[in-house]
């Protein structure tokens, strides 16, 4: 099927047909539980009909698919596919992602930060940095970041950014424009909030959050939304003074569910400051 740079829908089905095909093909019918064929086979791999028969699709629609036509998918005939073709968890978001549709979520959040995240965290230096989850709590952080914020002093059920931001007076007052940061944090938690419905941890914090803040309460109901937390604050370090800084957000593709949180540094002083807080 040829297709051009001009159309990216058909180029879309395209290389899903292409993927389904090459991961077809990897398979041998003993794989996937089937009996041994007798005889020769034509066919390297799986047949389509076997695909079909362990998936529970119709084969008429899963040639289509391999073919590259242009037809609606769901999220439970994929991941009857990716079971079927034994796709690991990046193989499955490809997928996903081919059939146009939300990757999945990871199985679980990972405890703390890996060695090499650790590192990374570590070479960010003197920019604060911090690892998010996707309820906003702490994962790591480095040296600056525990100077401006001690996450760790916080209880450990509450080391979270929304509990930081409305319910710790102290850490409060670090932030200048604490009013129109704390409203952008409570929008993007919104949305995550939102992306999480019936999610036993993020009920229990909103609850929490309701009854520490009465900023938290009246703003909740606004039910403003946003995807990033990426903007400017400023700060009043005891020692240091004013710190400018541009809070950048990135995600980390080897673990979804995380979030880098760069504070870096708008000026030279600003970043001559944070040097000497190490």
């Given at each position: 099927?040829?297709?051009?740079?001009?159309?990216?829908?058909?180029?879309?089905?395209?290389?899903?047909?292409?993927?389904?095909?090459?991961?077809?093909?990897?398979?041998?019918?003993?794989?996937?539980?089937?009996?041994?064929?007798?005889?020769?086979?034509?066919?390297?791999?799986?047949?389509?009909?076997?695909?079909?028969?362990?998936?529970?699709?119709?084969?008429?629609?899963y040639t289509w698919l391999e073919q590259g036509r242009?037809?609606?998918?769901?999220?439970?005939?994929?991941?009857?596919?990716?079971?079927?073709?034994?796709?690991?968890?990046?193989?499955?978001?490809?997928?996903?992602?081919?059939?146009?549709?939300?990757?999945?979520?990871?199985?679980?959040?990972?405890?703390?930060?890996?060695?090499?995240?650790?590192?990374?965290?570590?070479?960010?230096?003197?920019?604060?940095?911090?690892?998010?989850?996707?309820?906003?709590?702490?994962?790591?952080?480095?040296?600056?970041?525990?100077?401006?914020?001690?996450?760790?002093?916080?209880?450990?059920?509450?080391?979270?950014?929304?509990?930081?931001?409305?319910?710790?007076?102290?850490?409060?007052?670090?932030?200048?424009?604490?009013?129109?940061?704390?409203?952008?944090?409570?929008?993007?938690?919104?949305?995550?909030?939102?992306?999480?419905?019936?999610?036993?941890?993020?009920?229990?914090?909103?609850?929490?959050?309701?009854?520490?803040?009465?900023?938290?309460?009246?703003?909740?109901?606004?039910?403003?939304?946003?995807?990033?937390?990426?903007?400017?604050?400023?700060?009043?370090?005891?020692?240091?003074?004013?710190?400018?800084?541009?809070?950048?957000?990135?995600?980390?593709?080897?673990?979804?569910?995380?979030?880098?949180?760069?504070?870096?540094?708008?000026?030279?002083?600003?970043?001559?400051?944070?040097?000497?807080?190490?």
């Amino acid at each position: 099927m040829r297709t051009t740079l001009s159309d990216p829908e058909a180029s879309r089905h395209a290389e899903l047909a292409a993927f389904l095909r090459a991961r077809r093909a990897r398979l041998q019918p003993e794989d996937v539980g089937l009996y041994p064929p007798s005889g020769r086979r034509n066919t390297p791999g799986l047949r389509r009909e076997e695909v079909a028969q362990i998936s529970g699709v119709g084969l008429t629609w899963y040639t289509w698919l391999e073919q590259g036509r242009e037809i609606t998918t769901s999220v439970q005939v994929i991941d009857a596919l990716a079971r079927a073709l034994r796709l690991d968890r990046e193989a499955h978001c490809h997928l996903r992602q081919l059939a146009d549709l939300p990757v999945p979520e990871p199985d679980q959040m990972p405890d703390g930060a890996t060695a090499e995240l650790d590192r990374l965290l570590a070479t960010l230096m003197p920019a604060p940095a911090c690892l998010l989850g996707p309820r906003f709590d702490f994962v790591a952080w480095n040296e600056n970041f525990a100077t401006l914020w001690d996450p760790a002093g916080l209880p450990p059920d509450r080391r979270n950014v929304m509990w930081l931001a409305f319910a710790d007076p102290a850490h409060r007052r670090t932030w200048v424009n604490w009013g129109d940061r704390s409203r952008v944090l409570l929008a993007e938690f919104r949305a995550a909030a939102g992306q999480h419905a019936g999610d036993p941890r993020f009920t229990e914090l909103i609850e929490a959050l309701n009854e520490a803040s009465t900023e938290f309460r009246a703003w909740w109901s606004r039910y403003e939304v946003r995807q990033s937390i990426t903007g400017p604050i400023t700060i009043r370090h005891p020692g240091a003074g004013i710190i400018k800084l541009d809070v950048i957000e990135l995600r980390v593709s080897a673990h979804p569910s995380l979030t880098l949180a760069v504070h870096v540094p708008v000026r030279a002083q600003d970043r001559r400051k944070l040097a000497a807080l190490v």
